[in-house]
Nanobody, 115 residues
Framework: QVQFVESGGGLVQPGGSLRLSCAAS????????MGWYRQAPGKQRDLVAT???????KYADSVKGRFTISRDNAKNTVYLQMNSLKPEDTAVYYC?????????WGQGTQVTVSS
């Protein structure tokens, strides 16, 4: 079982930046594909970005060029740097860890982009 501590969400104006962090428990963090997903009210949960164990990122088209995912295996932590935020980025953001059939989710952190 993997548990997470997510932080960094909040209220920001359009065009602003936030950095989300997700610290994971356990000794196998470096093997997991880590990801960030988001869910807006009334919508399905969608992929934002993932990063493989070797550090290869993948992004949803809607965030390419604005968001950057990274990981620090020494700290068991994955980050999501979000720049040029838009109102449509408003959602609950969830941390995810995946390894073969194992699939773990964080509790989510709210990001609200509004003036």
């Amino acid at each position: 079982q993997v548990q997470f501590v997510e932080s960094g969400g909040g209220l920001v104006q359009p065009g602003g930046s936030l950095r989300l962090s997700c610290a994971a428990s356990g000794s196998n963090f470096r093997f997991y594909v880590m990801g960030w997903y988001r869910q807006a009210p009334g919508k399905q949960r969608d992929l934002v970005a993932t990063i493989t164990s070797s550090g290869t990122p993948k992004y949803a088209d809607s965030v390419k060029g604005r968001f950057t995912i990274s990981r620090d295996n020494a700290k068991n932590t994955v980050y999501l740097q979000m720049n040029s935020l838009k109102p449509e980025d408003t959602a609950v953001y969830y941390c995810n860890a995946r390894l073969t059939i194992l699939d773990y989710w964080g509790q989510g952190t709210q990001v609200t982009v509004s003036s």
